[in-house]
């Protein structure tokens, strides 16, 4: 059964402050890994896909990095928009489909 | 271009009844998964469907089931509902060659009493 944990569960940076966000995860033949932000009452935003390990995917303050038992999402210099809750999914080779299994998430706070 | 939409945004039920959740994928894809997520927590997988099939389902009891219709919009109905069947539930649209990402929409938030 794949398994995705997230840590931590909540933290609270004031603004500028870089920091990295840990997703681990233990899956029969990764197919890929996902990165998502959701807003209060709104729908996950898709931010990054990663493939394999050693891949890294980088977008504005926000970067991915994979390995083959995790993934960080660094977060340099970030501001009061960036506070959302930042989800991973992992995607196996199992079933012949494409169902997520997600982690808890990752609740951001950039204070000002 | 319209990305995943879904409706309603809000629904209140009660013990019992049966309620039908309807998503309208992102232009051009092809695949609709549905997922639950409960307060706190993340999406949980319910089934996907594909040319009008359920392809893959997650640990969910028979009371779910769904349709894809030939447009490629889906309907997700819940019978028998229980209190602990309140949650947002998401609907999400992808391609169903090579690993695209899926595209969520901003679901349903069902309320049972």
């Known amino acids: 059964e794949d398994q995705v944990t997230q840590s931590p569960e909540a933290l609270r940076l004031q603004e500028g402050e870089s920091s990295s966000l840990n997703c681990s995860y233990t899956?029969?033949?990764?197919?890929?890994l996902f990165w998502y932000r959701q807003d209060p009452g709104k729908g996950p935003e898709f931010l990054f896909t990663?493939?394999?390990a050693g891949e890294e995917k980088e977008k504005e303050r926000l970067k991915a990095t994979l390995t083959k038992k995790e993934s960080f999402l660094h977060i340099t210099a970030p501001k009061p928009e960036d506070s959302a809750t930042y989800l991973c999914?992992?995607?196996?080779?199992?079933?012949?489909?494409?169902?997520?299994?997600f982690g808890k998430g990752t609740h951001l706070i950039i204070q000002p | 271009d319209a990305g995943v939409t879904q409706s309603p945004t809000h629904l209140i039920k009660t013990r019992g009844q049966q309620v039908t959740l309807r998503c309208s994928p992102k232009?051009?894809?092809?695949?609709v998964s549905w997922y639950q997520q409960a307060l706190g927590q993340g999406p949980q997988f319910i089934f996907q469907?594909?040319?009008?099939?359920?392809?893959q389902r997650g640990n969910f009891p028979d009371r779910f089931s769904g349709h894809q219709f030939p447009n490629y919009s889906s309907e997700l109905n819940v019978n028998a509902l229980l209190l602990g069947d309140s949650a947002l539930y998401l609907c999400?649209?992808?391609?169903?060659?090579?690993?695209?990402?899926?595209?969520f929409g901003d679901g349903t938030r069902l309320s049972i009493l």
């Open positions: 899956v029969s033949g990764l197919r890929g």
């Open positions: 469907y594909y040319e009008e099939e359920e392809r």
């Open positions: 999400a649209s992808s391609l169903s060659w090579g690993n695209q990402p899926q595209h």
């Open positions: 232009s051009g894809h092809d695949t």
């Open positions: 999914a992992v995607q196996g080779e199992g079933g012949g489909a494409d169902g997520l299994t």
């Open positions: 990663l493939y394999s």
